[in-house]
């Protein structure tokens, strides 16, 4: 088992299964106590996964795994992540990764109210509100990493004419809530610049067929569209223990992976061979 991140607190959320779930499982891996959380304790409605099954993955690392059940889209559900996490692990959480997202794709015509609430409750307003609960505690420590996940699909696209990729205009609603974390996560990293505490966004390059990505959009990709899970995961823990002026970027997962030289490793932390 690795020691890169030997001692540190994490909390992701999304972590019942998909890239959450491979994130919480490498931070283990190399050596973090880790706090799950997600709606999905031992079984979901249409998707593999649950944060029981990711506590039982991770637990042959021999750090300390704990797990919140919790919505977010749920102001009062999610007020409580922060403060139960720390006491789960004895002390406050060091690393927030916001992975967990609503993915809800249909043209903005006829798109309801409703839905758009949904999107921004799960994609902005729950990384807000869950990065202002950890701030205090790892302003007072003198550093914190703060990772925000994004999307590809909060870049506008160039036209008339308009090339809009295989989802189409049924992404626009969704990438306007992650251009929103986008702009949100360069603001915030402005405003505690100099405290030692990291505010990143990373995206994936190509898709991560996760449950739900793949269930939504897998049939539909080409093979030179798809990025590995070990990719995502791997683009994403630099951003987990990076320097203190390594702050309010956004940044892609293969990018960051060329820009430090990284080897992509399994999720056990091991190289893949």
């Known amino acids: 088992?690795?020691?890169?991140?030997?001692?540190?607190?994490?909390?992701?959320?999304?972590?019942?299964?998909?890239?959450?779930?491979?994130?919480?499982?490498?931070?283990?891996?190399?050596?973090?106590?880790?706090?799950?959380?997600?709606?999905?304790?031992?079984?979901?409605?249409?998707?593999?996964?649950?944060?029981?099954?990711?506590?039982?993955?991770?637990?042959?690392?021999?750090?300390?795994?704990?797990?919140?059940?919790?919505?977010?889209?749920?102001?009062?559900?999610?007020?409580?992540?922060?403060?139960?996490?720390?006491?789960?692990?004895?002390?406050?959480?060091?690393?927030?990764?916001?992975?967990?997202?609503?993915?809800?794709?249909?043209?903005?015509?006829?798109?309801?109210?409703?839905r758009r609430n949904i999107m921004f409750e799960a994609n902005v307003n729950a990384p807000i509100d869950l990065a202002l609960a950890a701030l205090p505690a790892m302003i007072e420590a003198g550093e914190g990493w703060i990772v925000n996940l994004s999307s590809g699909s909060a870049r506008l696209w160039d036209g008339p004419p308009f090339d809009v990729g295989p989802s189409g205009p049924r992404i626009a609603a969704y990438g306007a809530s992650k251009a929103a974390l986008n702009r949100i996560t360069n603001g915030l990293a402005a405003e505690v610049y100099g405290t030692g505490v990291r505010v990143n966004t990373v995206e994936p390059r190509a898709a991560v067929l996760s449950e739900g990505a793949a269930a939504i959009v897998g049939a539909t990709l080409r093979p030179d569209q798809i990025e590995s899970m070990e990719a995502m995961v791997e683009g994403t823990l630099v951003l987990c223990d990076c320097g203190p002026d390594?702050?309010?970027?956004?940044?892609?997962?293969?990018?960051?992976?060329?820009?430090?030289?990284l080897t992509v490793c399994g999720l056990d932390g091991l190289p893949l061979t």
């Not at 789960?88 to 990764?97: D, M, N, R, S, T």
């Not at 390594?246 to 030289?261: F, H, K, P, Q, Y």
């Open 1 to 114: 088992m690795g020691e890169r991140f030997r001692g540190r607190r994490a909390l992701v959320t999304g972590s019942s299964r998909g890239i959450g779930a491979g994130i919480a499982e490498r931070l283990a891996a190399e050596g973090a106590d880790v706090v799950l959380t997600a709606r999905t304790l031992d079984t979901h409605e249409h998707l593999a996964g649950s944060l029981t099954e990711t506590a039982e993955r991770l637990a042959k690392y021999g750090t300390k795994v704990a797990i919140v059940v919790a919505d977010l889209i749920d102001e009062t559900d999610r007020a409580r992540i922060i403060p139960e996490a720390a006491d789960a692990l004895g002390g406050h959480i060091e690393i927030l990764v916001n992975n967990a997202a609503a993915s809800i794709q249909a043209p903005l015509t006829g798109f309801s109210v409703k």
């Open 246 to 261: 390594v702050t309010g970027r956004i940044t892609v997962s293969l990018d960051n992976i060329a820009e430090w030289g």
